[in-house]
């Protein structure tokens, strides 16, 4: 499911577009519609949580641009939501969609689960505790890095601080949306390559727009005397 192509197959008359694979995540519901709307034809789409107008996992992890922790535990939930059954759902990020009629929103962990078949946790700390039902943990790309090194740091000494830094935060590196650093540090090898190896991109920001702001945060004098700007990572 993580790595199927869209496929989708069309009559020779072109009047049904059939999503084939990869339906959700790789977007052949979508390109089915989209077909058909184009053409005025019809759209066989035979996902269950499309034909019973539900939500799958995979469907909602797309749309808040999430990850799936782990796949097998968005099938379970996915199967309770289209039989209908009650799940909860928690979340450190905004949810603005409607959602389900079985799937309700909980304000806390430790909110009574009993009378719940599945949970949906949307968030990037690790220490998540356990809950009485199936559940599903989505990782939001809601955390930035900046990063700020002395000259000729290793990729292997960036990551293993960057490991260090969030295992001490108890927050997921799936959740790191991009790096950040100084633009004077914009050709520093070490940061590229970490940046790939996590797989997200580096943002340069100019050193006059940090000037502008350093004031907020608190300033590394000799960082300041270095660079000639404080508070670069913040």
């Known amino acids: 499911k993580q790595t199927d192509p869209a496929i989708v197959v069309m009559d020779e008359l072109g009047i049904n577009a059939i999503s084939l694979l990869s339906g959700h995540l790789g977007g052949a519901n979508e390109l089915s519609l989209l077909i058909a709307n184009e053409l005025g034809t019809n759209a066989v789409i ?119 830094v969030l295992n001490s935060s108890n927050i997921s590196l799936k959740s790191v949306k991009h790096f950040a650093t100084i633009d004077i540090k914009e050709k520093e090898l070490g940061i590229q390559e970490a940046a790939h190896a996590v797989g997200v991109p580096l943002v340069i920001i100019k050193k006059d727009d940090i000037l502008a702001i350093e004031k907020d945060f608190s300033i590394s004098e000799f960082v300041k005397k270095s660079v000639g700007v404080g508070a670069v990572c913040e």
């Open 46 to 164: 035979t996902t269950a949580s499309d034909i019973t107008e539900t939500i799958a996992v995979d469907t909602l992890a797309l749309k808040l641009n999430c990850i799936i922790e782990n796949f097998a535990d968005a099938t379970k939930i996915t199967a309770h939501i289209v039989n209908k059954e009650k799940i909860g759902i928690i979340s450190t990020i905004p949810l603005n969609m409607k959602l389900p009629d079985n799937i309700i929103m909980i304000e806390k962990i430790n909110e009574k689960l009993e009378d719940l078949k599945g949970l949906i946790i949307i968030s990037e700390r690790t220490d998540n505790r356990k809950v009485p039902c199936d559940s599903v943990i989505l990782r939001p790309k809601n955390i930035i890095l900046g990063i700020g090194c002395r000259e000729g740091k290793t990729n292997e000494e960036i990551l293993n601080s960057i490991k260090d």
